[in-house]
């Protein structure tokens, strides 16, 4: 028991909460910017198809074991000498931010066809979405629990350095029918994100806690800064088209970055082969 307590008490490290764009924001920026150069630099050998799929499956691994970690923090606490456990809904895993990972997951473990396409087309457009919002825009993310807070960058890290790298290797092509394959992905996550708020609700599973999937459920104001307030002032089913909407111009923008960044490998490319 006494190993125990000791090991809840290490995942629980605490740390002085991180600010937006201090030392430990700016780190893990460098980070991203560091590993997507190396990931471009990777795809430009051309890696086969089984070699991408494995990545995706790895690297979406990875992010899973740091969302049991995270589960697992906010559920158990040390309480005068003993382990208390009581599960927190609010951070249910399945948010907005965590679908890349079921998406890569899925991914790296289906045959090849339309849904891996679908699937990575998702993780390199709305996953990169995700992941950007957070760098840019980390708002409350970082709290004074060291482990969590390096959760939330691998995280949000991983989903754009394994987007980058989809699009690098020509595994996700930056065409319409790229966005349309991701939209079907995305719809179908916000189907569950909705049935999931509706039948926790109405069931009583949270015992009136909080639990407020993608953000955007009718029985909970919205958080989210640009959305919240068209949550609050339109009818719900109004609200979450313009969230569908929103989400997937957002997407749609990463994907022309997306051609640009395949453009610009493409010339860089042509002028070194010039220049032998």
């Known amino acids: 028991m006494d190993f125990l307590i000791r090991f809840v008490e290490l995942l629980d490290t605490k740390m002085t909460t991180p600010e937006p764009f201090g030392w430990f924001h700016l780190m893990w920026i460098a980070i991203v910017v560091i590993l997507s150069v190396l990931a471009v630099l990777w795809a430009r050998k051309r890696p086969d198809e089984k070699t991408v799929r494995k990545t995706v499956l790895i690297v979406s691994l990875v992010v899973l074991l740091f969302e049991i970690y995270k589960q697992v923090n906010f559920t158990f606490k040390v309480s005068d000498g003993a382990i208390t456990a009581k599960y927190q809904w609010y951070v249910f895993p399945f948010q907005f931010c965590s679908t890349p990972m079921y998406a890569g997951l899925l991914a790296g473990l289906v045959k090849r066809g339309m849904v891996r396409r679908a699937l990575c087309s998702y993780i390199a457009t709305y996953g990169i979405f995700a992941g950007l919002c957070v760098m840019a825009y980390p708002g409350d993310v970082f ?3 060291a482990g969590i807070n390096i959760q939330t960058m691998v995280c949000h890290s991983a989903m754009i ?8 290797t020509d595994f996700v092509r930056a065409g319409l029918k790229t966005i349309l394959r991701a939209l079907a992905v995305f719809v179908s996550m916000v189907l569950v994100a909705a049935s999931l708020n509706e039948i926790v609700y109405y069931t009583n599973a949270s015992h009136g806690e909080t639990f407020n999937m993608f953000f955007f459920s009718r ?3 919205s958080t989210l800064p640009v959305y919240g307030p068209v949550h609050a002032a339109l009818p719900f089913p109004l609200a979450l088209v313009i969230y569908v909407a929103g ?9 022309l970055l997306g051609l640009l960044l395949k453009k610009l490998l493409h010339a860089l490319g042509a002028r070194r082969r010039a220049e032998q």
């Open 247 to 255: 989400f997937t111009a957002a997407a749609f923008l990463v994907l």
């Open 161 to 168: 350095i394994l987007g980058v790298y989809l699009f690098a």
């Open 143 to 145: 709290c004074a629990t």
């Open 219 to 221: 029985h909970f104001p």
